[in-house]
DNA sequence: AAAACGGGGCC
DNA sequence: GGCCCAGTTTT
């Protein structure tokens, strides 16, 4: 372990300027100097739900959430079905997999490790959020690098290597604050500065460098490089797919819904029966052999229901047809559609909003 | 090291 | 339409 070659600024005027400009935010708690560190289940569900997802989002989702299941007990006894449905619509499903998972260790455990590495071991913790729950909520002196502390710090430090590539040397950069006895004395407070001015100071697109604490010891500012910085690897194209869906419905409106493996892509929730997902249109005939039910008349839905995932673009076409009862075959299950819509992720949602 | 993994908001 | 977001896991 060596100390890091690129000198970082001092973290006092960055912690004087968060007392003054801190955002309140719903699952943040006071804080301050001399303020009690918050509840670690709220840490930790906050920082989850925060993973490659905004504040917006995140802040009435986890009001929702924290109404439903209150303490991490009362996590880790809910049906993992549950869960999945309060996790509708804000992606990455494994995150609400890995929260059950992970609320049951700990509820065994009684209580979350107080450190970093502790954390670490979890199921859904990974560097960053093992860091900033050992920060914000247990004091100890580690600095959880994001989206926001990678930026600021290669800015301060005017690394021109590009992400990824470039994100150990900047983990480390931004770990060398911890020497700072100002930023050592608060970890929690000082992490969610680096934050706060991420978001609303030293932002990806025209930072506004003016009102920035560390206006006078940024090297990437001081050459002009603020809006290049930090550079990022190429990405690769999005390929486009296709399926095709099929809605069944019955005499008192509810509708076939199907679940999907446990695994993988939206791994755990409630789907629209459909063929697989390829990179070649389907003809009529050929989806018909993926249909819940053989022998029905289908109607094509008009339009298209367009999805953009991670890494490809999805294109479905909707064929519908209605059935006095609906007897679910296996792995299969019948829902009112207001309560469907609820309970679907959005590429499903999709499929519900086309116009019939 | 690279790819998989959602969704929404902003320009 | 591309970029970004309080990233993690799998391959």
């Not at 059950?100 to 700990?106: I, N």
């Not at 959880?144 to 800015?155: F, I």
């Not at 019948?334 to 116009?355: D, G, I, N, Q």
Request: charged residues 20%; contains cysteine.
């Amino acid at each position: 372990m060596s100390a890091p070659s690129a000198k970082l600024p001092p973290a006092a005027p960055l912690l004087a300027w968060y007392d003054r400009h801190r955002r309140v935010l719903p699952f943040r708690s006071q804080g301050g100097p001399g303020g009690g560190h918050p509840n670690p289940y709220q840490v930790w569900l906050s920082e989850v739900m925060l993973q490659q997802t905004t504040v917006a989002a995140v802040g009435p989702r986890f009001d929702r959430f924290l109404a439903r299941f209150p303490t991490v007990e009362a996590l880790a006894a809910a049906p993992e079905g549950d869960v999945m449905e309060e996790w509708a619509g804000l992606g990455y499903y494994a995150r609400a997999r890995n929260l059950h998972a992970c609320a049951r260790l700990v509820a065994g455990q009684g209580g979350f490790p107080r450190d970093a590495a502790g954390l670490r071991e979890l199921p859904g913790i990974g560097a960053y959020t093992a860091a900033a729950v050992a920060a914000i909520a247990f004091g100890q002196p580690v600095v959880p690098v994001d989206g926001n502390v990678e930026r600021v710090v290669a800015r301060l430090a005017a690394e021109e290597a590009p992400l990824p590539g470039a994100r150990p040397r900047l983990a480390a950069l931004a770990g060398g604050f911890m020497e700072d006895p100002a930023a050592r004395a608060r970890p929690g407070d000082f992490a969610q500065a680096l934050f706060d001015l991420g978001a609303t100071i030293c932002t990806p697109r025209a930072p506004a460098c003016a009102l920035c604490p560390w206006r006078g010891d940024c090297a990437a500012q001081q050459r002009g490089l603020q809006e290049e910085l930090p550079r990022k690897a190429p990405k690769r194209a999005r390929p486009l797919r296709h399926g095709v869906h099929f809605l069944l419905t019955d005499s008192v409106g509810q509708v076939l819904l199907r679940r999907r493996p446990p695994r993988g892509l939206l791994g755990g929730m409630l789907e629209v029966p459909g063929t697989p997902w390829r990179d070649e249109r389907w003809g009529e005939a050929e989806a018909q052999d993926f249909a819940p039910l053989p022998g029905l008349s289908w109607r094509r839905v008009p339009g298209l229901a367009r999805h953009g995932f991670t890494h490809f673009e999805l294109e479905m076409v909707l064929l519908a047809a209605e059935i006095p009862a609906l007897l679910p075959p296996d792995g299969m299950e019948a829902r009112p559609l207001a309560e469907a819509e609820s309970a679907l992720p959005t590429v499903m949602r999709r499929l519900l909003h086309l116009p019939r």
